[in-house]
């Protein structure tokens, strides 16, 4: 008799198969590359950060000065592209309230709600 469970790969078969189309596709040197792993590679061979881990990540706080430049410099960025993001803001209300008037169907607002109910009930 015909069995489907002689044609399932083993686990092993299929860690190697995943590893060879890794390496063929070359995934494995675009992770290898990556900014996260060179930045983790970085910080777990960091001698000063396993010896001390709290003043490491106290002298990387940064200061009041540090913190009013970088949101100084982001206000100035979103104010110059203050005109582009209204036109986005207003896009998107728009396109919320027409998709709200058409999945709702009451184009007339609720004044004529009470001559034109949405729930019909039965005559008995």
Known sequence: MFSFIDDIP????IRTRVRDDLRKYGW???WNDSRLVQKS???????????????WIWKRVP???EVAARRDKDIATI?????QLGGFASGA?????????FATG??????DAGNRP???YPIE
């Not at 104010?79 to 005109?83: E, N, S």
């Not at 919320?96 to 008037?101: F, P």
């Not at 009451?106 to 004044?111: A, I, K």
């Open 28 to 30: 494995d040197k675009r």
């Open 63 to 65: 200061s009041k000065e």
């Open 79 to 83: 104010w110059k592209y203050r005109y």
């Open 93 to 101: 209300i728009l396109a919320l309230a027409l998709g709200g008037i």
């Open 118 to 120: 949405s729930v019909v």
């Open 10 to 13: 083993s686990l092993d078969q």
């Open 41 to 55: 590679r970085e910080l777990l061979a960091d001698e000063e950060l396993k010896i001390d881990p709290a003043t």
């Open 106 to 111: 009451n184009f007339g607002g609720s004044s």
